[in-house]
């Protein structure tokens, strides 16, 4: 089970970090990611991190250099800190894992279990 929090209303240029609380069989996770969605829109890649061993990231071009995921092994959970953020990053976002090395991160498809999305809003 996944319950991700944090997300608010914030200023443009503000930042905001989000968490991701993993609970259950959280042993089995392979990697871990998030993903925003706005209303009308599918859902796109954001980060995703590995659990396991390396804990290697990617992230998408509209949001390197400005988010970065990380991971709390003791706690089982995952952030999200955001940076500068921009009006267009608000969306809906959303948490998930997987249990094994899909080789497509970048996609819904990659994962199996998701987390019940919190909502970010940035203000111009």
């Known amino acids: 089970q996944l319950q991700a929090s944090g997300g608010g209303l914030v200023q443009a240029g503000g930042s905001l970090r989000l968490s991701c609380a993993a609970s259950?069989?959280?042993?089995?996770?392979?990697?871990m990611g998030w993903f925003r969605q706005t209303p009308g829109k599918e859902r796109e890649f954001v980060a995703t991190?590995?659990?396991?061993?390396?804990?290697?990231?990617s992230y998408a071009a509209s949001v390197k250099g400005r988010f970065t995921i990380s991971r709390d092994s003791a706690k089982n959970t995952v952030y999200l800190q955001m940076n500068s953020l921009k009006p267009e990053d608000t969306a809906v976002y959303y948490c998930?894992?997987?249990?094994?090395?899909?080789?497509?991160?970048?996609?819904?498809?990659?994962?199996?279990?998701w987390g019940q999305g919190t909502l970010v809003t940035v203000s111009s």
């Open positions: 998930a894992a997987a249990q094994t090395d899909s080789g497509i991160y970048w996609t819904t498809g990659g994962y199996s279990d």
């Open positions: 259950g069989r959280t042993f089995s996770f392979y990697r």
């Open positions: 991190i590995i659990i396991r061993s390396s804990g290697g990231t």
